[in-house]
């Protein structure tokens, strides 16, 4: 399992992402252009003292990232996906894709790969924010997946 911030703008979502994956032990890959600095202090903020506990690979592109990593299968998360997150049969080795805070993933990237999930929302928002829905999402993985440690 990973995590994939895709463009990523807004460093404190990235920290608390980063937070996240120190906490479950599950790598983050940060595809470039990043909306900031890696050394920005709210991006460190929002991180604290865990940034060396994750397992962080920045890339230049989303290329790059298949290029290198060649992740089995990616798990496109977007509002405009039709599938519920919770009916998704996620797999342990599941790259798990986030767009950015402003517009979310291309539809091009989301035609591509057509392993979509979205996050049922039922109130008067458009979306969640970005660090809440990578947890929502990751944690359901996990579960799926039995790779939560008790």
């Known amino acids: 399992m990973r995590i994939v911030l895709f463009e990523p703008e807004i460093p404190p979502n990235t920290g608390n992402i980063a937070r996240l994956c120190a906490?479950?032990?599950?790598?983050?890959?940060?595809?470039?252009?990043?909306?900031?600095?890696?050394?920005?202090?709210?991006l460190r903020r929002a991180g604290l003292d865990y940034w060396p506990h994750v397992d962080v690979t920045i890339h230049p592109n989303f290329d790059d990232f298949l290029e290198r990593i060649k992740p089995p299968r990616l798990v496109l998360a977007s509002t405009k996906a039709t599938m519920p997150h919770h009916r998704f049969e996620f797999h342990p080795d599941d790259a798990?894709?986030?767009?950015?805070?402003?517009?979310?993933?291309?539809?091009?990237?989301?035609?591509?790969?057509?392993?979509?999930?979205?996050?049922?929302?039922?109130?008067?928002?458009?979306?969640?924010?970005?660090?809440?829905?990578?947890?929502?999402?990751?944690?359901?993985?996990?579960?799926?997946?039995?790779?939560?440690?008790?």
């Open 96 to 150: 798990i894709v986030m767009g950015p805070e402003t517009r979310g993933l291309p539809s091009e990237m989301m035609e591509k790969y057509p392993a979509g999930v979205r996050i049922p929302i039922w109130g008067e928002v458009r979306s969640l924010n970005l660090s809440t829905a990578t947890g929502i999402l990751l944690f359901e993985a996990l579960r799926q997946t039995d790779l939560i440690v008790e």
């Open 23 to 42: 906490a479950t032990k599950t790598p983050l890959h940060l595809i470039e252009p990043l909306g900031f600095k890696v050394d920005d202090k709210h």
